[in-house]
């Protein structure tokens, strides 16, 4: 018989705790703290060259997979798929960069995984934002944040991978900002 034990779940619910559990508490990041004391680097990444301005947000053609709906046009589906794709990419090269585990927060659980399946489907969820989702590199000693409106924040512990992982985001024709 299966039992329900509310301690193991609240761990289990905590990317905090998963990680300390895995001897990698130096890798979690307090987003509440301002500034986290523990980052060396961070950037964000995003398919636009800088910060919106709220009038620009509101006159682009899309600054999200929701903007996208039955009467778009081929012209803006296929220019939603090539940023997608952008993005799958660069994300692609950091599992494969990182070549360990890969912690998914995904508001739901936390996924701890070497299964590129599952963490590309979470990765694509995540730019649906269906939901958002944090993911841990764990030999990267990366947090990344895949965030709102096509702009995703990425917090480095140290700083050994920042120049690769630059070079991948401007290959894909995303931005530093």
């Known amino acids: 018989m299966i039992y329900f ?17 895995d001897n990698l ?3 979690y990041i307090d987003l509440q703290k301002t500034p986290p004391k523990n980052i060396k680097t961070y ?5 636009f060259d800088h910060i919106l301005s709220e009038e620009e947000y509101i006159n682009e053609n899309f600054v999200c997979y929701s903007n996208i709906t039955k009467s ?5 589906i296929a220019e939603m798929n090539k940023v997608m ?4 990419r660069l994300y692609d090269f950091l599992f494969d960069l990182n070549d360990d585990f890969v912690y998914i927060d995904n508001n739901s659980s ?14 694509i969820n995540g730019l649906k934002e269906r939901p958002l989702c944090t993911l841990v590199f764990s030999n990267l000693k990366l947090m990344v944040e895949i965030g709102y409106d096509l702009t995703h924040h990425f917090y480095f512990v140290e700083n050994t991978h920042f120049e690769k992982i630059k070079e991948m985001v401007l290959l894909n024709k995303l931005f530093i900002i």
């Open 85 to 88: 794709n952008n993005f799958l």
């Open 43 to 47: 950037f964000s990444i995003s398919y």
């Open 110 to 123: 936390i996924i701890k995984t070497k299964n590129k399946d599952l963490y590309v489907r979470n990765v």
């Open 25 to 27: 508490g130096d890798l």
């Open 72 to 76: 778009s046009s081929d012209n803006l």
């Open 5 to 21: 034990d509310f301690n193991n779940e609240k761990i289990l619910d905590s990317l905090k705790a998963t990680l300390t559990r």
